[in-house]
């Protein structure tokens, strides 16, 4: 998916950040800067975190929103799929 270039961290590294966010006085681009990450990266952990605790923009998706809409678009297309196999097969009348 990402580059092989792109840093991966963990969920308590994303957590402890972003608990950082909420308790200083500093801006998402100085915590990062201090972190050694990306400000972009930061600021969509951040944002994803407020939209998980319901304080997002309207109409952003939470986590758990954002799987199920993934979860249901490839069941879509698997459907999609099975659906043009069988109209292949289906005898001509």
């Known amino acids: 998916m990402g580059s092989k270039y792109t840093k991966r ?17 500093k801006t998402v681009t100085a915590i990062a800067r201090e972190l050694g990450i990306s400000s972009e990266s930061l600021r969509g952990w951040y944002r994803r975190a407020e939209a998980d605790r319901g304080e ?8 758990a929103e954002r ?5 249901l678009r490839k ?10 196999i069988l109209k292949k097969r289906r005898p001509s009348s």
């Open 9 to 25: 961290y963990t969920e308590e590294f994303r957590r402890d950040a972003i608990a950082l966010v909420d308790s200083s006085d």
């Open 75 to 84: 069941e879509n297309r698997e459907q999609q799929q099975t659906i043009e």
């Open 56 to 63: 997002g923009q309207p109409g952003e998706l939470t986590s």
């Open 67 to 71: 799987e199920e809409l993934l979860r």
